[in-house]
C-alpha cells in the first residue's frame, strides 16, 4: 500500500426529501449564490422551483447561469466568472449532473483567479482560492459533487482537459436518488459506464497489497452490475438509483485510490473522443474499455485480470488464469451491451478520420505511468480494434 | 437504503514517515497542546521523544497526562480536563491506541463543559464545544481515530458507556503503520477481533438493499482474515499492518453504516464484561461473536449469514442455507482460535457470578432494536453458553 493524506471533507445530505437541507448547506457559506444548471430538465421535473423557493426562504440572493451543456465549454465558464464578478457571488450552487458541477467548480476557481480561466483548466497549480460550492446532482455518473475533478473543453481547439484542487471539492452536496428516475435509458447506462470506468481505472494498478482497496472496487462493481441493469429495466427503482449514486460518489473521491495509486487510461483516450466529435463520455468509456483490456492482457497483468473474473463476474477460479482474463472481458463488453450501448466506434459517428492525432494528444498528457505504459502506437490500436 | 447524512472530515496522514507532519496538523489548530498517552510503549519505541522534537521545532508547549489505561477511567478524564485549565490548552494530542484516543476526546469535550465529564459519557446530547483533538495511532483496532465515539468507565460503579459527538472526530490522525510492528500477539489478535466485530455489527442489520454497504463490509472482513493472520505470523510484515491500520479506521468511521443503520449487540454485551472484569476488549467480543451468532440463526435471519458465508469465508453456494450459516459461525470461532483467542469466558476469568446482572445492565442501554432483538433473558442465554 502507498502512503497516502486522505482528506474528503464533503458533506453528503443523501437520500429522499434531502433537499429541504439546501438553505441551511447554501447559507453556511454565503448569501449571493450563482446558481448554475444545464437544459430545461431540473424545470420539468420542479427541481428548479423548489430550489428558488428555499433560497428565498433563506434571503438567499440568486444569479442564474443556465444552459451549461454536456461536456461542459470553456465559454460557460467565463460567462459565469462574469456574473459572479457583477453579483459579488459569495457561494456558486451547481444544480444538474457531473458537466453542470464541473462548470460551477471552474467558475468558482476562475473568480478568485486574475486571468482567463482556460489557465486553471490547463494548469491546475494556478489554481489558489475557490468560491465555495454546493450541489445538487441529477445525474449517477461522473463523481463531481465528492472530488475536486472538473473536466472542460474548449471545441474550437478540440481540447478538452481535467484539472483538480483540494478546494474545489463541494461543501456539501445534496443526493437524492430520486431525481435521477426521469434520466434517459441512454444517460443511465452512460452514467453506469462512467462509474465503471472510474472504479476500473484505479482497480488495475501496480500497487502491491493494495487489497483493501481492491475489495472496495470489486464491491461497487457488484454495485453498478447488479444496480445498473435493474434501473434500466425499471428507472423508478428506488434502491437501484439509490445504490448507483451513491456508488458515483464513492467511485472516484478518492476512497479506492488513496494508498493504491491510479494509473488512468481509458480516460483520456476517451477525453479525445468526445473533445473531437462531443459524444457522450461514458458511451466512449465503455466502447473503449474492453479493447483497452484485450491489449493489455499479457503474462504480466493476466493475475490482476484473473482476479477480476473471479471476484468481479464469479468466474470458476479453477480455470486457466489466460481464460478467465477472457472470458471477464467478453463479460465486461457484454454487460455494456446488455444495457444498450453499443460496441464500436463507427456507431457513434467516429470513423478513422482523426485516429492518428487523437491517440498522440491521448498518450501527450502522460500516459507512461499507466497500468500497462501506452504509446501513441498503443493507443491507435486500441482506437482501431474500437471502430 | 436509509437516509442519512454523511460527514467523516478527519484528515488521515497514513504511513511510512508520516509523522513528519505532526507539527503542521497540531500547529493548524493550537499552540499549547495536552499530550495524553498510555504507558512506557511509546517510549520503548522512540515515538514519544519524536513527538516532542517535532511539537517543540513548531513552538507548540506540552503539557502531559500520561497512564491512561485500557477501558479509559473517568478518573483519567478528570485529571486531563484540570490540566487543560490550569495549562490553557487549546489543542488534545493523542498518541497511542483507542483508550488514549478515546481518554482524550471526552477531556476535549470536558474542557469546555461547566460540570462534571461524567455527565457526557452518559448523555451524549450535553456535549457542546470540542477542543480540537489530533491523534497518532499506534493500534489497530477501535477505529477511533477517524470517529466521534469514546468508552468510558467508571470501574467504582461497573459502568462502561460510549459516548458520542460529530465533534469529537479528530481533526487530524497520523496513522503509520510502523507504529504496530511491536503491538503483542495478543493484542494483534484483540485489535483484529475488534475491528471485525464493529463490521458485523452493522453488515447484520435489517435495511433492505444496503448493497454497496454489504460489499464494503465484506472487503474489510476479507482484509481481516487475510492479514490478521499474517500480522500474526510476522509481526513487521508492512503490508499486513497497513491492511489492518486502514481497516480498522473504515469499519466504524461511518462509511458502513451510512445508509445501512447498525444495530449493535455484541458491543454492549461486551462492555459490561469489561465493566465488571476489565478483561481485554477485543477478546470478549471474539468469545461472544460465535455464540451471538448461533443464538440469533433463525429462519428470518440465515439468508444473510448465508450470505457472509458464501461471500466472506467462500463457502459452497450450493449447500442448505443452514449448512452455509452453520459452517460461516464456525468459521468464525474458527478464526479467533487460529490467531490465539480462546473461546471460553472461564478462560479469560470470568465465571458465573455476574451473569445475570451482567445481562441486565446490557440490555437496559437498549437492545430492542438490534438485527434480532435481544431480552436479558437472551443475553443471558448468550453469556451461558461462552461460559
Given at each position: 500500500m502507498n502512503n497516502f493524506v486522505y482528506s474528503i471533507p464533503t458533506k453528503i445530505y443523501f437520500g429522499?426529501?434531502?433537499?429541504?437541507?439546501l438553505g441551511e448547506a447554501v447559507s453556511e457559506y454565503g448569501s449571493r449564490a450563482l446558481l448554475v444548471y444545464g437544459g430545461g430538465s431540473i424545470k420539468k421535473m420542479g427541481l428548479y422551483q423548489t430550489v428558488i423557493d428555499l433560497l428565498q426562504k433563506d434571503h438567499i440572493s440568486v444569479t442564474e447561469l443556465f444552459g451549461?451543456?454536456?461536456?461542459?465549454?470553456i465559454e460557460s465558464v467565463r460567462a459565469g466568472v462574469k456574473l459572479c464578478h457583477e453579483n459579488d457571488i459569495n457561494v456558486v450552487l451547481a444544480v444538474g449532473g457531473g458537466s453542470v458541477i464541473d462548470c460551477a467548480k471552474v467558475i468558482a476557481a476562475g473568480v478568485c483567479?486574475?486571468?482567463?480561466?482556460w489557465d486553471l483548466v490547463i494548469?491546475?497549480?494556478?489554481?489558489?482560492r475557490v468560491l465555495p460550492i454546493v450541489s445538487v446532482l441529477t445525474?449517477?455518473?461522473?463523481?463531481?459533487?465528492?472530488?475536486g475533478n472538473a473536466v472542460i473543453s474548449d471545441m474550437k481547439k478540440n481540447d478538452k482537459f481535467g484539472t483538480f484542487s483540494?478546494?474545489?471539492?463541494?461543501?456539501a452536496s445534496i443526493l437524492d436518488p430520486?431525481?435521477?428516475?426521469?434520466?434517459s435509458k441512454k444517460q443511465t447506462a452512460a452514467g453506469t459506464a462512467d462509474i465503471m470506468s472510474h472504479i476500473l481505472e484505479t482497480y488495475?494498478?501496480?500497487?502491491?497489497?493494495a487489497f483493501l482497496q481492491s475489495r472496495f472496487a470489486e464491491g461497487l462493481l457488484k454495485t453498478c452490475i447488479k444496480y445498473g441493469m435493474t434501473a434500466m429495466e425499471s428507472p423508478k427503482n428506488y434502491e437501484a438509483r439509490a445504490n448507483l449514486m451513491w456508488a458515483s460518489s464513492l467511485a472516484i473521491n478518492g476512497l479506492l485510490s488513496y494508498g493504491a495509486g491510479a494509473a488512468w487510461s481509458v480516460h483520456p483516450m476517451e477525453h479525445e473522443l468526445s473533445a473531437f466529435y462531443d459524444i457522450t463520455h461514458g458511451i466512449g468509456l465503455a466502447i473503449l474499455t474492453p479493447n483497452w483490456m484485450k491489449h493489455v492482457l499479457n503474462e504480466n497483468t493476466v493475475d490482476k485480470f484473473a482476479e477480476y473474473g473471479v471476484n468481479v463476474?464469479?468466474?470458476?477460479?479453477?480455470?486457466n488464469r489466460f481464460e478467465i482474463a477472457e472470458e471477464a472481458i467478453q463479460s465486461t463488453r457484454d454487460f455494456f451491451n446488455e444495457i444498450g450501448?453499443?460496441?464500436?466506434?463507427r456507431s457513434v459517428?467516429?470513423?478513422?478520420?482523426n485516429l492518428e492525432i487523437m491517440a498522440k494528444k491521448a498518450v501527450s498528457k502522460?500516459?507512461?505511468?499507466?497500468?500497462v505504459p501506452l504509446t501513441a502506437d498503443d493507443v491507435l490500436a486500441i482506437f482501431k480494434a474500437s471502430l
Open positions: 429522499k426529501g434531502q433537499i429541504s437541507h451549461v451543456e454536456p461536456n461542459p465549454k483567479y486574475d486571468g482567463d480561466a494548469h491546475p497549480e494556478k489554481i489558489g445525474l449517477s455518473a461522473t463523481g463531481s459533487e465528492m472530488d483540494q478546494d474545489m471539492k463541494p461543501k430520486e431525481y435521477t428516475y426521469s434520466v488495475f494498478n501496480n500497487t502491491p497489497e463476474w464469479s468466474i470458476d477460479a479453477n480455470l450501448i453499443p460496441s464500436t466506434l459517428g467516429i470513423g478513422d478520420d502522460g500516459m507512461d505511468h499507466a497500468f
